[in-house]
């Protein structure tokens, strides 16, 4: 089925269609991507294939190969390592960093995310509920204040996005992936930094022992 894009739009919105296409496992990790077959596919020209490909490149999303076309990267172990890592320091940063300035309305806010979250819990829709983890993430990260931790997390978030792709398996349930939310969200109601930060870590290094387990 053809995805009509408006001919006004351009690199940009061609760049988030193929994110997403990549996250809703339309394409696979390694698979060619072929710009003719891309153009009629989002119905823009192979110039705006281009651009939009550059931008994915930029993000380490796919690579490009002299005289072979340009892939959906296919990350090592090593690579995954350094992402979770990064992570792990960002978040436990900047969501410790965030407690002085959170207030009612903005666990208020953090709440309503969380329903969101049980919606798509109910609907068993992974793709949803990861797209809504990262929009928790991000509201504590700009609670923080530091515009340069959130432009580190910005350079590293669409990594991030992707590696959520393979988290589905090591969850029991879509339950216990908004449970996790859950506990998160009691633990930034304390206020008290250790426990975010412990909060945190467990929850990032319980993934990166499942995950990395499994990667060669």
Same mark, same amino acid.
């Given at each position: 089925m053809s995805h009509h894009i408006a001919k006004e739009s351009l690199g940009e919105l061609v760049a988030e269609q193929l994110r997403r296409s990549i996250w809703n496992r339309e394409f696979e990790f390694g698979e060619r991507l072929i710009e003719s077959?891309?153009?009629?596919?989002?119905d823009v020209s192979r110039n705006t294939i281009r651009d939009a490909l550059k931008i994915l490149e930029y993000e380490e999303m796919v +690579?490009?190969?002299?005289?072979?076309?340009?892939?959906?990267?296919? $990350?090592?172990?090593?690579?995954? =390592?350094e +992402? +979770?890592?990064?992570?792990? /320091?960002?978040?436990? $940063?900047?969501?410790?960093?965030?407690l002085p300035y959170l207030e009612e309305q903005h666990f208020q806010d953090l709440e309503t +995310?969380?329903?969101? /979250?049980?919606? =798509?819990?109910?609907?068993?829709n992974w793709s949803d509920l990861f797209d809504l983890d990262m929009k928790f993430h991000r509201y504590v990260l700009n609670m923080s204040g530091n515009s340069r931790v959130i432009k580190l997390y910005d350079s590293i978030q669409v990594q991030i996005r992707t590696f959520l792709l393979h988290l589905d398996k090591y969850y029991s349930s879509h339950q216990s992936f908004y449970d996790e939310q859950k506990e998160l969200l009691d633990a930034l109601k304390t206020k008290n930094p250790k426990i975010v930060d412990e909060k945190i870590r467990t929850h990032i290094e319980y993934v990166e022992g499942q995950f990395l387990g499994d990667v060669e």
């Open positions: 077959d891309l153009s009629e596919k989002f +690579i490009s190969k002299p005289r072979k076309g340009t892939y959906v990267s296919q $990350f090592s172990k090593n690579d995954w =390592q +992402i +979770i890592e990064l992570r792990s /320091m960002v978040e436990s $940063f900047a969501f410790v960093k965030a +995310i969380l329903e969101q /979250m049980k919606v =798509q819990t109910e609907n068993q």
